[in-house]
């Protein structure tokens, strides 16, 4: 498993949580620019991206950029790989071009968040 974020302090979380779990991850600093498979047959891109929550008022086109790339990349770099995102405004969802189905929703912290997945491609 692989993990990887551009926060290195989200990547010392997951460090120390996977550690706690006794998960093995392979947890990367990184930009979403630098996503690459692992070795090895294809599996799933599960994402949480940005929700836009904490980001402000007007941040809104620039997530919609962030969700085009990472549904570009998702297509260009992992062929036959399933996508599942965890996100807070399914527009954004839509915005990676991807043919996500909607299988659920919850709260998180409040607000209203979905899984939306696409099967191996």
Known sequence: MV????????CAATTANA????VGV?????????????PGPPG??????????????????DLRDLYATL??????RLPGWGVALLVGDL???HATGLPLEHHWSTTGGGIRVHLVATGPR
């Open 19 to 22: 550690g706690r779990a006794g």
């Open 26 to 38: 392979d947890v990367r600093h990184q930009p979403l620019s630098a996503l690459s498979p692992p």
């Open 71 to 76: 549904g570009r990349l998702a297509r260009d």
């Open 44 to 61: 799933w891109l599960v994402a949480n991206p940005p929700w836009g929550t904490r980001t402000g008022p007007g941040a809104h086109g």
């Open 91 to 93: 527009r954004l969802a």
């Open 3 to 10: 993990a990887a974020d551009r926060d290195a302090g989200a």
